[in-house]
C-alpha cells in the first residue's frame, strides 16, 4: 500500500509582471492511500488546481509551509519527473502539445523512463499493452502514430491523457478536471479507463467542480475545497447534496467568509 | 592556379570547349568578386578557395523516365541542356567570389533533367560523399520541364578528419506547372568548411518546397533561395539548424517575388549550443509589379546555453504595395510547459529537453518527404543534441 498525505500545505505563486505574490492554498491537509478514490469539490479559483500542481512539483507554485509526503518521504525537493517515477501522476487539463513527438515514442520512453538501462520494454509487449489500452478507451491506432497532442481535439486530449495513466500505471493519479469539455460518451469512456485502473495498487483524486463526473467513478471520499482550504469532508453522497445546494449554500451552513469568484 | 594549368586538367578530364572556357572566366574575375554577403556575419578569413585538381565521378542508376547522370557525362551526352542550364539560368558564375570558384574548379556532380508531363512516385535519393582528403566542389542541376512532380532527396557526409572545404551549389530550373520537393540533409564532418548555395528559378504556377536539416558539424555559410519568376509560382522553406561546441553557422535564406500572385514563405529553426554561433537572415523581396504576392517568414532560434550567440533577422524589401507580408522572429529558451508535461511522465530532464528541442523542430521535420530520411533526421538531431548536451555538462 502506497501514502499520500498532504499536511498544513500553503502554496503561493508569484504573478511575473507585476511582481507580487498571491497565497492561494492557506493550510491544506489530505491522506489518501491506494484503493481509495478521493474527489476535489470546489468553486471557480479556489485553489483546486494550485494543489494538484504543487503536488507534482510544478515550479510556478511556492510551497510556505506545510509538506507533502509520498510513503511517508517529503517530496518538496524533488524535481518533477523524479515525482513521476515515484509513482505520481498528473491528468492536466491542458496537456502540452509537441509536433514531431509521435504518441507512441512519448509514451514508451515515459514506461522507459521508470525502467532501469538494461530492461527496457520489448516492442511486442508494449504494442500488446497499447492495443488493450485503446480499445477500452475506444481509441484509433493512428492516435499513437499522430504527434504528441497535436491537433487534437478536447475530448481527443483527455483521452490521451488517460492512454498514458493506464499505460504508465502510477501509485497515485491527480486528475485534473479531466471531464472539463467532454460530451456524455467521452466521459462515460474516461471514466471507464479510470475505473479500470482501480484495486489495491491504485489511488485517484479527482477534482472537478460538477457531480456528474461522480456518477461515473464513485468515490470513497468527498472533500469541499473553499478559500485554499479543504472545508468538509464526506462520502460520496456529499458530492449529491453539494449539487443540489450548491456552494454558497455550504459556505452559509459553515459560516465561512469566502467570496465565490463566480459570485455577484 | 594558372589558367593554363586550370585549361590542360579540364582538357584532360575531356571537358567540353565552351566548358572550359567557363572555367577559365570565372578563374579570371575570382579575385576581383566579393564574398557572399551574410549580414550580421564576419567570415572575411575563413580559407574558401584552395586549388583543385583531382575529379570525383559519381555513379548512377539510369532510369528509364529520367535523367539522372554525372556531371561530367551530362556535358557531352547532353551539351545543349547544360549550355542553358549550367550556371547560367539559375546562379552565375560571377555573383561573387565563392560561385566563381565553384566554376572554375567544379569537381564533382550531378545532373537531373526530368522531361515534360512526367510523374516520379518514389523519391530519388542521392548521397553525396565527401573525402576530407580533398576539396569538395560539388554541383547539383535539376531541370524540371513543364508538369513535372517528383522528391529529390540528397544526403551529405564526410569521410575522415582531415581539414578541407566544401563548395556545394544545388539549381533546380522548376517549369511551369512543376511541383518539386527537395530535401537535404547535410551532415558534413567537424573540421570541414563549407559554403552552400542552393537556389530555385520557379516559373508559372509552379511549386518548390525545400527541407533543409542543417546538421553539418563544421563551419558554414549557407545561401537558400528561390527566385519566384512565374505568375502564381510558390516556395516554401523550412530550415532547421543545429549548432554546437564552437561552431559558427551564417545562414542567409531568400525568397524574391518577381510573379504576380507568387507565395513565398520562409520558416526557420535554430537550435544553438555551447559556444557556438548562428545567425538567420530570413529575407523577402517583393519586386515592383508582383502584385497580388505573398511573403512571409518565421525566424525562431533556442539558446541552449549563456555562451552560445544567436540572431534571427527578419529582412523585408517591399516595392509593391498590394502584397501580404509578414515576419515572425524570435530569440527565445526551451518552451516550459513542455518540459513540464514530459517530465511530468517520469522522463528525465535532458531527453525531456531533447523531445522538446525536437518539437521546436517539428515544422520542418514533419513536412520531410520520405518517412526513413525524416527518422535519419530524427536520429542525427538526437545524437548532435546528446552530444551537446555532453560538452556542456563538461565545461560546467
Same mark, same amino acid.
Given at each position: 500500500?502506497?501514502? #499520500? !498525505? =498532504?499536511? +498544513? @500545505? %500553503? =502554496? !503561493?505563486? !508569484?504573478?511575473? $509582471?507585476?511582481k507580487t505574490k498571491k497565497e492561494i492554498l492557506k493550510g491544506v491537509n489530505l491522506e489518501m492511500k491506494t484503493g481509495e478514490i478521493h474527489a476535489i469539490m470546489g468553486p471557480n479559483g479556489t485553489g483546486k488546481s494550485t494543489l494538484s500542481q504543487t503536488i507534482m512539483g510544478q515550479s510556478n507554485y511556492h510551497v510556505t509551509e506545510g509538506d507533502i509526503l509520498l510513503n511517508g518521504e517529503s517530496i518538496l525537493e524533488m524535481p518533477v519527473d523524479e515525482r513521476a517515477r515515484k509513482g505520481l501522476f498528473l491528468a492536466m487539463q491542458y496537456p502540452a502539445e509537441i509536433q514531431g513527438v509521435t504518441n507512441a515514442e512519448f509514451l514508451r520512453a515515459a514506461i522507459n523512463a521508470r525502467r532501469p538501462e538494461n530492461d527496457k520494454i520489448s516492442v511486442m509487449d508494449f504494442l500488446k499493452e497499447l492495443d488493450k489500452n485503446l480499445e477500452l478507451l475506444d481509441m484509433s491506432q493512428k492516435m499513437t $502514430?499522430?504527434? #504528441? +497532442? $497535436?491537433?487534437?481535439s478536447g475530448g481527443e486530449k483527455k483521452r490521451n491523457e488517460i492512454l498514458q495513466l493506464l499505460m504508465i500505471k502510477p501509485n497515485f493519479a491527480l486528475l485534473d478536471?479531466?471531464?472539463?469539455? @467532454?460530451?456524455?460518451?467521452? @466521459?462515460?469512456? =474516461?471514466?471507464?479507463? =479510470?475505473?479500470?485502473?482501480?484495486?489495491?495498487?491504485?489511488?485517484? @483524486?479527482?477534482?472537478? %467542480?460538477?457531480?456528474? #463526473? #461522480?456518477n461515473y467513478i464513485q468515490p470513497d471520499v468527498v472533500h469541499v475545497m473553499m478559500g485554499g482550504r479543504i472545508v468538509k469532508n464526506g462520502p460520496a453522497d456529499l458530492a449529491l447534496k453539494l449539487e443540489k445546494e450548491g456552494y454558497a449554500g455550504l459556505r452559509d451552513e459553515l459560516g465561512l467568509d469566502v467570496k465565490l469568484v463566480d459570485e455577484d | 592556379m594558372t589558367p593554363d594549368k586550370l585549361v590542360q586538367i579540364a582538357t584532360e578530364n575531356n571537358e567540353p570547349e565552351?566548358?572550359?572556357?567557363?572555367?577559365?572566366?570565372?578563374?579570371?574575375?575570382?579575385?576581383?568578386?566579393?564574398?557572399?554577403e551574410i549580414q550580421r556575419f564576419d567570415f572575411h578569413n575563413w580559407q574558401m578557395t584552395p586549388d583543385v585538381s583531382q575529379k570525383?565521378? &559519381?555513379?548512377?542508376?539510369? *532510369?528509364? *523516365?529520367?535523367v539522372l547522370t554525372d556531371i561530367f557525362d551530362a556535358i557531352n551526352e547532353y551539351p545543349e541542356l547544360l549550355q542553358k542550364y549550367y550556371m547560367q539560368k539559375v546562379i552565375k558564375p560571377d555573383e561573387n567570389k565563392f560561385t566563381a570558384y565553384h566554376t572554375a574548379f567544379m569537381n564533382q556532380g550531378i545532373f537531373l533533367y /526530368?522531361?515534360?508531363? &512526367?510523374?516520379?512516385?518514389?523519391p530519388i535519393e542521392i548521397n553525396l560523399e565527401q573525402n576530407s582528403q580533398a576539396p569538395f566542389i560539388s554541383h547539383i542541376l535539376i531541370v524540371a520541364e513543364e508538369n513535372t512532380q517528383f522528391s529529390f532527396i540528397q544526403k551529405m557526409t564526410t569521410t575522415g578528419d582531415q581539414s578541407a572545404i566544401a563548395n556545394c551549389i544545388v539549381e533546380i530550373v522548376a517549369q511551369a506547372n512543376s511541383n518539386i520537393k527537395y530535401a537535404a540533409v547535410d551532415e558534413l564532418g567537424e573540421n570541414v568548411t563549407s559554403y552552400l548555395s542552393r537556389r530555385a528559378y520557379v516559373g508559372q504556377n509552379a511549386y518548390v518546397d525545400w527541407s533543409i536539416g542543417m546538421m553539418n558539424s563544421g563551419n558554414t555559410i549557407a545561401d537558400f533561395d528561390t527566385d519566384l519568376y512565374g505568375e502564381g509560382s510558390h516556395s516554401e522553406i523550412k530550415v532547421v539548424d543545429i549548432t554546437s561546441g564552437r561552431q559558427q553557422q551564417g545562414i542567409n535564406t531568400r525568397v524574391t517575388n518577381y510573379g504576380k500572385h507568387s507565395i513565398g514563405h520562409i520558416n526557420q529553426r535554430g537550435v544553438i549550443m555551447d559556444r557556438s554561433r548562428l545567425i538567420f537572415n530570413g529575407i523577402g523581396h517583393i519586386i515592383n509589379?508582383?502584385?497580388?504576392?505573398?511573403?512571409?517568414?518565421? *525566424?525562431? /532560434?533556442?539558446?541552449?546555453?549563456s555562451k552560445a550567440h544567436g540572431d534571427a533577422n527578419p529582412i523585408l524589401l517591399i516595392d509593391e504595395n498590394d502584397v501580404i507580408a509578414?515576419?515572425?522572429?524570435? /530569440?527565445?529558451?526551451?518552451?516550459?510547459k513542455q518540459l513540464y508535461y514530459l517530465m511530468s511522465r517520469g522522463i528525465d530532464k535532458k531527453t525531456a529537453q531533447r523531445l522538446v528541442i525536437r518539437g521546436f523542430l517539428g515544422d520542418v521535420l514533419v513536412s520531410i518527404p520520405s518517412k526513413q530520411i525524416r527518422e535519419q533526421l530524427i536520429q542525427t538531431i538526437e545524437r548532435k543534441l546528446e552530444n551537446g548536451q555532453q560538452v556542456s555538462e563538461n565545461s560546467k
Open positions: 500500500m502506497a501514502t #499520500l !498525505e =498532504v499536511k +498544513n @500545505l %500553503h =502554496v !503561493e505563486i !508569484e504573478d511575473e $509582471e507585476r $502514430e499522430r504527434y #504528441l +497532442n $497535436e491537433g487534437f478536471e479531466i471531464d472539463s469539455g @467532454l460530451d456524455i460518451d467521452a @466521459l462515460k469512456v =474516461v471514466s471507464k479507463g =479510470v475505473n479500470s485502473m482501480r484495486g489495491d495498487n491504485f489511488g485517484a @483524486l479527482i477534482i472537478t %467542480h460538477y457531480q456528474r #463526473l #461522480l | 565552351w566548358f572550359v572556357q567557363k572555367r577559365r572566366m570565372a578563374l579570371d574575375v575570382m579575385d576581383e568578386l566579393p564574398l557572399p570525383i565521378r &559519381t555513379s548512377l542508376q539510369p *532510369n528509364q *523516365n529520367f /526530368v522531361p515534360k508531363n &512526367t510523374v516520379i512516385e518514389d509589379g508582383a502584385s497580388g504576392s505573398n511573403a512571409e517568414q518565421q *525566424n525562431r /532560434v533556442l539558446m541552449m546555453s509578414g515576419h515572425a522572429a524570435s /530569440v527565445g529558451q526551451v518552451d516550459q
